[in-house]
Each structure stands twice: as structure tokens, then as C-alpha cells.
């Protein structure tokens, strides 16, 4: 079975700058698995950010990026703010079917 | 406007099965690249994705749920129908249907529904 791992927990100060990432257990990330990142906050359904691993959705703040980065999927979350504290899930394509991260919690302090 | 909103049982005994049905609005499920998934999540748990349906009647499943799940769409109705056999107290979780279009995967998603399964 496909697992897609992410960091469990990040912790960024208002203004910084912090990188997710998302790692395939089938190897290495590429362009091919159309990466996609979600935002969730609790009680909500998710919000799209970002499709095939660097194109934002219309709504989706400047200050969020999506990249490749050694093998992995990666968000970066720059001048972070505090509504940017929430869950972050990235999506990978599988050849027909698609599965999601673990999940990261992002924690603005 | 696109919106989407699931609607089935709150509450159903292990081994049922479910039906859910997203009900939509804003677009068509017979137009080129539209699609649409479900996605469930397990209370404090992660997301997980289910199933797709586009809108040429492809259909894509979960490789682990697969023999348990079937997809369907009504383009008349603006409808798509999950259902899940064997239901387990494991798969309590929140159902949610979402609205794709070629690469802009899931960006319209509805409310959920948070399907319980116990005796």
C-alpha cells in the first residue's frame, strides 16, 4: 500500500518562512504524480492551494509556493500570517487513483 | 456559483451498506474534463480519497476499497452516488464530495457528512 508521508508538526513565527514536504514511499516525487497541496482548518472542508506542483488556484495568497525539493513535494509558506495556522495535505497521483498525505499541522507562534 | 452537498445516513449498523449522494450545482457532469470525487475523513484523522467519476462515465477507485466501493452519476439529476459495502465502525468518518477539472483538482468541495457506523 501507497503511503505519502509529511512532517506531523511545524511550528513558524509571524513573518517567517516555513517548508512542507511530501515523500512518496514508491520514491521520488516528480512533476508526474501532479502534485497538489490543501489547506484545512478545523471544522472546515479543505481549500485548494496549489495544482500540478506549482500552479495556484485562483484565491490562493502570493505567499504560497509549491516545488519539487530532493525527491519531494514541497509547499513553502512565506511571510507567514496568522490565519495561515491550520493543516496542510498534499495529493499525489498514482497512475488512476490519487492519495493523499499524512497531513502536517502548521502552527503559527 | 459551483457548490456541492452530500446527503445519506447519519448513522448505520456494520455490515450495511451506504449510499451517499453528492448533489451539485454551478456546472455539468457532461461537460469535457469535469469530474467528480469523494473523500472521507476519520475524525482528528487524515484525508483520504475514495473514488472519481468524469464526465465521460471513467471511473477511478481507491485501490485498497475497491472491491467495496462503486461510483455513479445521474447528469440529469446533477447527482453522483457513492456506495460502500460491508460498512465497519472504521469507516465512521466525514464524507465529502469535491469538483475537479482536468489538472484544477478538488477545488470546489462540499460541506461533508459525517456518516457514523455502530450497532
Known amino acids: 500500500q501507497t503511503v505519502v508521508t509529511q512532517e506531523p508538526s511545524l511550528t513558524v513565527s509571524p513573518g517567517g518562512t516555513v517548508t512542507l514536504t511530501c515523500a512518496s514511499s514508491t520514491g521520488a516525487v516528480t512533476s508526474g504524480y501532479y502534485p497538489n497541496w490543501f489547506q484545512q482548518k478545523p471544522g472546515q472542508a479543505p481549500r485548494a492551494l496549489i495544482y500540478?506542483?506549482?500552479y495556484k488556484h485562483s484565491g490562493t495568497p502570493a505567499r504560497f509556493s509549491g516545488s519539487l525539493l530532493g525527491g519531494k513535494a514541497a509547499l513553502t509558506l512565506s511571510d507567514v500570517q496568522p490565519e495561515d495556522e491550520a493543516e496542510y495535505y498534499c495529493l499525489l497521483y498514482y497512475g488512476g487513483s490519487y492519495v493523499f498525505g499524512t497531513g502536517t499541522k502548521v502552527t503559527v507562534l | 456559483q459551483i457548490t456541492l452537498k452530500e446527503s445519506g445516513p447519519t448513522l448505520v449498523k456494520p455490515t450495511q451498506t451506504l449510499t451517499l449522494t453528492c448533489t451539485f450545482s454551478g456546472f455539468s457532469l457532461s461537460t469535457r474534463g469535469v469530474g467528480v470525487d469523494w473523500i472521507r475523513q476519520p475524525p482528528g484523522k487524515a484525508l483520504e480519497w475514495l473514488a472519481l467519476i468524469y464526465w465521460d462515465d471513467n471511473k477511478r477507485y481507491s485501490p485498497s476499497l475497491r472491491s467495496r466501493l462503486t461510483i455513479t452519476k445521474d447528469t440529469s439529476k446533477n447527482q453522483v452516488v457513492l456506495t460502500m459495502t460491508n460498512m465497519d465502525p472504521l469507516d465512521t468518518a466525514t464524507y465529502f464530495c469535491?469538483?475537479?477539472?482536468?489538472?484544477?483538482?478538488?477545488?470546489?468541495w462540499g460541506q461533508g457528512a459525517l456518516v457514523t457506523v455502530s450497532s
Open positions: 469535491a469538483y475537479s477539472k482536468m489538472a484544477t483538482l478538488l477545488n470546489y
Open positions: 500540478s506542483t506549482s
